[in-house]
């Protein structure tokens, strides 16, 4: 399973990953790359790029996550399969909406973890 | 992004996990290789014989399990990663869970489909 260096890599991520969602929401295009995906509600989203804009689009000028500690996996060529449970509030509203997120990180030729896959949705049935 | 034969997949795939879980978990050991990891409510088992062990031992006799349509991508290295939400009931009971699954499919040298990983955890904050 999952040893205690990839656990601390996985918190460390997340943590990385949503405070800067909730800082400056424009700096997360550069967690991906050019091969990375993301279905963000349902809508898929190819490239770092096209990520980038979607994340930076996405109809709220504040959001404060909150997250469970993540479920932590290695994949089998050597990739961090990571699933996070959390809450959030959008432009101060007073309800906080349970979401999933679900993470693929992967290293680049520079050595370097990136966002390989991304699946994010809001829990509501 | 998933193409109409990965989503197909997945569908497929999803359908059979919860309806032989349902009927006959004893089963499900089926679907999972010497490889495969799983987290269940953040506990780990690897490998089919303690995954299929972990699966028969949970402790109620009856479970219903209903699911919203899963979010499918590719993964790197050809396997597929599937994220299901959904709601189950354990023993009859009145409230429905909700709860999160994450699977990794990957092929088996014979071209077989199986787990390669598998998150579950409830929703509860």
């Known amino acids: 399973m999952a040893s205690p260096e990839l656990v601390e890599l996985a918190t460390q991520?997340?943590?990385?990953?949503?405070?800067?969602?909730?800082?400056?929401?424009k700096t997360l295009v550069g967690l991906y790359?050019?091969?990375?995906?993301?279905?963000?509600?349902?809508?898929?989203?190819?490239?770092?790029?096209?990520i980038g804009q979607k994340l930076e689009q996405l109809p709220f000028?504040?959001?404060?996550?909150?997250?469970?500690?993540?479920?932590?996996?290695?994949?089998?060529?050597?990739?961090?399969?990571?699933?996070?449970l959390g809450q959030l509030v959008v432009d101060d509203g007073e309800t906080p909406l349970n979401f999933s997120q679900i993470f693929i990180?992967?290293?680049?030729?520079?050595g370097s973890w990136y966002v390989q896959n991304d699946i994010f949705k809001l829990v509501v049935f």
């Open 105 to 110: 990180l992967a290293k680049d030729q520079a």
């Open 61 to 84: 000028q504040k959001v404060v996550h909150k997250f469970t500690p993540p479920d932590v996996q290695p994949t089998s060529n050597g990739g961090v399969l990571i699933a996070v």
């Open 13 to 25: 991520f997340v943590t990385h990953y949503y405070t800067q969602f909730d800082a400056d929401r």
């Open 33 to 50: 790359r050019d091969a990375s995906v993301m279905t963000f509600q349902e809508q898929p989203s190819a490239g770092a790029a096209a």
